[in-house]
């Protein structure tokens, strides 16, 4: 799992890098394609139930699971890049906004909020824990910023592994103690999906985007973490999540495994 979640890495850092005004979600969705079977690997999105991309590119009020078209993007604009990938039959699932050129403070903060709540739901990753401590981190952090932000309900994290979509779901809301206990050997992609405002969404009419009812901004971001005995380990970041757990200091092998 840990060369498919850098696989993963890789495609969503190649993409992010190529987010610029008049790019268009397709050719980023070829960017990703590119970078997946360049290294023999094939893409997790691609056909899964019919879904007919490499990446999902989420644009300003879409929450999760746009398809590329020829969209250009425009300043202004935040979008939310999913990408999973397969390697020797295993998966790793990821996802980072980008802001499109100046997108102004408030988008930024919002953004900034989601990747933080990501990593506080990470940090609440121990043996022995609950799956309901992971959600209550996520929430704690996102409602500590603004009582104003709406946290997705409808679409959750999820085990991962041998498949791309496992049992337990991960919800990204939850109570300290509750829930599926935590054991070594498990892998959860957790996704915060945070909104301006009402958290409620509708899937639109392609069947497969999901955006905010109010047309309000969204932001998503993602990754696949192993638990383990001695912690957390980012199996999709290039160093296994080490930077951010010293800052937090947080205790995991992940210097050592990287």
């Not at 945070?194 to 955006?211: F, I, K, M, R, Y």
Request: glycine residues 12%; proline residues 5%; negative net charge.
């Amino acid at each position: 799992m840990r060369s498919a979640g850098l696989l993963v890495s890789e495609a969503l850092t190649a993409c992010a890098n190529a987010v610029t005004p008049g790019v268009t979600t397709a050719e980023l969705d070829v960017i990703a394609a590119d970078v997946i079977g360049s290294a023999g690997a094939q893409p997790s999105f691609l056909g899964y139930y019919g879904f007919p991309a490499v990446i999902c590119a989420s644009v300003n009020d879409e929450v999760v699971h746009g398809i590329p078209s020829d969209r250009a993007l425009k300043v202004g604009d935040l979008v939310s890049i999913d990408c999973g990938a397969i390697v020797d039959g295993w998966h790793g699932d990821a996802a980072v906004t980008v802001p499109v050129g100046d997108v102004g403070p408030e988008l930024l903060r919002l953004s900034e909020t989601t990747r933080e709540s990501l990593w506080q739901g990470i940090c609440a990753v121990a043996v022995g824990g609950r799956l309901g401590d992971i959600g209550a981190a996520v929430e704690g952090c996102v409602r500590a910023t603004s009582p104003d932000y709406g946290i997705v309900r409808d679409y959750v994290g999820h085990g991962i592994g041998s498949q791309m979509h496992m049992s337990p779901p991960v919800p990204n809301f939850g109570r300290v103690g509750k829930g599926l206990r935590l054991k070594s050997g498990m892998a959860v992609a957790i996704e915060p999906m945070v909104t301006v405002g009402s958290a409620d969404v509708s899937v639109l009419e392609d069947n497969w985007t999901v955006a905010t009812d109010t047309g309000n901004v969204a932001a998503h971001w993602e990754h696949t973490v192993a638990i383990t005995d001695r912690g957390p380990w980012v199996l999709t970041a290039p160093d296994g999540g080490a930077a951010e757990f010293a800052a937090r200091g947080v205790t995991s092998p992940a210097s050592d495994l990287t």
